[in-house]
């Protein structure tokens, strides 16, 4: 079946510091591959998305790579900010179904 | 356009009773999916719609639970003979292309039920 595995969290870092979250994906065929993010108080947007083997998305200082032979999109930020501080959750969707399918998210905390 | 509106945001029931949920998504979005989260965990698929044919359900989406999208705009959820096993953040999200597509969803705030 389609599911989604990241790391657990919580991912304590100081400022400026690099960040990774681990999201590993078992699918059949071609997902679209999401990062959504959660602010405290807010719902669900999107950070970034790709939608085919090898593409990168983009957005705010994050990245994330769609790697089929290693069936990953890892997170990763260069220099994380106190306003970085939110739960992010990676997401499949697969080509067969119109949902999307979630991980359990991380809950990130970044300290001054 | 506000986003997507969901009413109420808080609600408490106890077992047994049933209770009915709203949304309202960005009006140009012919798609509408609702979601439940539990503490700690992602947002798990519901069901969806197009605009008012629901073409998906979760097998999560017991007897007791009923969506509808009457003339593709709003749409409820209804939960009949609530149980606790229910207390979840009920999501709602919609867009103009589905997620297989790479388009992006946009969620609600939530209704959060307690059912005590």
């Known amino acids: 079946g389609n599911s989604v595995t990241q790391m657990e969290g919580p991912v304590t870092l100081s400022e400026e510091a690099f960040l990774t979250i681990n999201c590993t994906y078992t699918?059949?065929?071609?997902?679209?591959l999401f990062w959504y993010v959660q602010y405290p108080g807010e719902g669900l947007q999107l950070l970034l998305k790709?939608?085919?083997?090898?593409d990168k998305g983009s957005n705010k200082g994050f990245e994330a790579t769609y790697r089929k032979e290693t069936t990953s999109f890892h997170l990763e930020k260069g220099s994380v900010q106190v306003s970085d501080s939110a739960v992010y959750f990676c997401?499949?969707?697969?080509?067969?179904?119109?949902?999307?399918?979630f991980g359990s998210g991380t809950r990130l905390l970044v300290r001054p | 356009d506000t986003g997507v509106s969901q009413n109420p945001r808080h609600k408490i029931t106890k077992r047994g009773q049933n209770v009915t949920f709203r949304c309202d998504p960005i009006?140009?979005?012919?798609?509408l999916y609702w979601y439940r989260q539990t503490l700690g965990q992602g947002p798990e698929f519901l069901t969806y719609?197009?605009?008012?044919?629901?073409?998906?359900k979760s097998r999560l989406l017991s007897d007791r639970f009923s969506a509808e999208r009457p003339k593709g705009s709003f749409s409820t959820l209804e939960i009949q003979r609530t149980e606790q096993g229910d207390s979840a953040m009920y999501l709602c999200?919609?867009?103009?292309?589905?997620?297989?597509?790479?388009?992006?969803?946009?969620f609600g705030q939530g209704t959060r039920l307690t059912v005590v």
């Open positions: 999200a919609s867009s103009s292309l589905p997620p297989n597509r790479g388009e992006e969803a946009f």
């Open positions: 699918a059949t065929g071609y997902p679209s």
């Open positions: 790709a939608t085919k083997a090898d």
């Open positions: 997401a499949l969707s697969p080509d067969s179904s119109y949902k999307l399918i």
């Open positions: 009006s140009e979005h012919n798609r």
């Open positions: 719609f197009q605009n008012e044919a629901q073409l998906e």
